[in-house]
Structure formats: structure tokens, C-alpha cells
């Protein structure tokens, strides 16, 4: 299916959501409230997409720049830039956010510095793969032409290793968009939320309504980048 009508469809189903009481409520045949009624599908959607591209732009802008750094000078700074983001990944996320509430607060920003640290390293990686798959024999003809390294990196090095780097930054985002949902046990209004209220209120309808919509929006993203990526 087209991409376009993947996400007409995706668009018709927030739509839709509310009315299909029935479709939600045949799993859960216990649950007196089956359908999301608190916060318009529409409403979540936008905010999940402000605060999970807002977090992978940080974070492809942190990971490009760190894979720039990790493949100058010999590569001598890349152990050192690859532990460190990937200590950040290896933070869960619940963990970030919990550890960042008393200075944060409640609300998006704890959350959105959790999506950071977790969508960096993928970046940081594509970028460095990326860079190091430039044929040295290309470099030369470049710095033979009197390019400076600036103009080299700007003008050869990262138009050459941007299908790579895309790929890193694919991941990224698919992962922030997921991830971001449980934010909504900070407070973060997204697509999550319903999946809080309803484990808090024993209502898997709920849950069933966020997840799906989480997940398909991640695939969509994903298919969207793929396409990009062509």
C-alpha cells in the first residue's frame, strides 16, 4: 500500500476511534468504558509528534556531531564519544525520566531528555559508518582539487555518507516515537497516555486504543524515512 493512503488510513482510524465502542470492547468484556473519551485522538497525536521530533532533532544534531568528531584526528576521540552514548542508551527511559523529575519537573521535559539520550547513539553510529565508508581515493581527488577540510567534509564526506547516516537517524526516530509514550507516566500528553490511564484504571481497552496507535505511527515514520532514504 502506498505510503500516503498508509497514512490516510492511520488518519481515518483517530478519526474513527471513538465510535467503534463495540470493536474495542469486545476484548474486554468487563470494561464499562471501553472507549478513549478523555482527550481527542488528534490532540495526543500532535503532541506526541512535538515532543518525539523534538527530541530526535537534538539528538541527530548531538550524534552528527559527534561522529564528526569521532572520525577526525585518527579517530582518536571515538571509544571514548561511543561509551558515552552508548551509556546513554543504556539508561532505561523510565529511569531517565524518573531521575530527571526533581529538577525537570512534570510534563514534557523530562521526557523529551530521555528520548535524547536513548536516539543519539544511533545517529552517532550511522554517522561514523557513514564517514568511514568514503573512499579514501575520493578524499584525495578533493584535497587535490585545494579543498580545505571544511569543504571536503561539507561538500564530499557528508553528501557521500548521507544514505548511511539517514539510516542511523531511521532508527532514531522509530525509537523516540515508541519510547515517547511513557512519558505519560510523567505527565507528557501523547499518544501514551491513554495507555497510563488505562493501566491505572484496569481498563486494557484503553491500553489496547494507545498501543496500537503508538505502533502504528512508529511504522509509519519508519516506512516514510525508508522511502527518503531511496
Do not use: K
Not at 561514523?128 to 561539507?154: N, S
Amino acid at each position: 500500500m502506498p505510503l500516503l493512503a498508509q497514512a490516510a488510513a492511520f488518519l481515518l482510524a483517530l478519526w474513527a476511534a471513538p465510535h467503534l465502542g463495540a470493536l474495542w470492547g469486545a476484548p474486554f468484556p468487563d470494561v464499562q468504558r471501553p472507549v478513549w473519551d478523555q482527550r481527542g485522538w488528534f490532540a495526543l497525536l500532535g503532541a506526541h509528534l512535538m515532543l518525539s521530533v523534538g527530541a530526535v532533532v537534538i539528538a541527530a544534531a548531538l550524534g552528527l556531531g559527534g561522529g564528526i568528531l569521532a572520525t577526525r584526528g585518527q579517530g582518536r576521540l571515538r571509544p571514548l564519544l561511543d561509551a558515552l552514548f552508548a551509556l546513554a542508551q543504556s539508561v532505561p527511559p523510565i529511569a531517565a525520566i524518573a531521575l530527571a523529575l526533581p529538577l525537570l519537573g512534570f510534563g514534557a521535559a523530562p521526557t523529551m531528555l530521555a528520548l535524547v539520550l536513548y536516539a543519539c547513539l544511533p545517529v552517532l553510529r550511522g554517522t561514523v559508518a557513514g564517514l568511514d565508508g568514503v573512499a579514501p581515493a575520493v578524499l584525495d581527488a578533493a584535497r587535490g582539487t585545494g579543498m580545505g577540510a571544511a569543504r571536503v567534509l561539507w561538500q564530499v564526506e557528508l553528501p557521500l555518507a548521507a544514505p548511511v547516516i539517514l539510516s542511523g537517524l531511521r532508527v532514531a526516530v522509530v525509537l523516540s516515537i515508541a519510547t515517547a509514550a511513557v512519558g505519560a507516566m510523567a505527565g507528557a500528553e501523547c499518544l501514551g497516555t491513554p495507555i497510563v490511564v488505562g493501566l491505572a484504571n484496569n481498563n486494557g481497552a484503553y491500553v489496547l486504543q494507545g498501543g496500537l496507535f503508538t505502533a502504528w505511527l512508529a511504522l509509519l515514520a519508519d516506512r516514510a524515512l525508508a522511502l527518503l532514504a531511496r
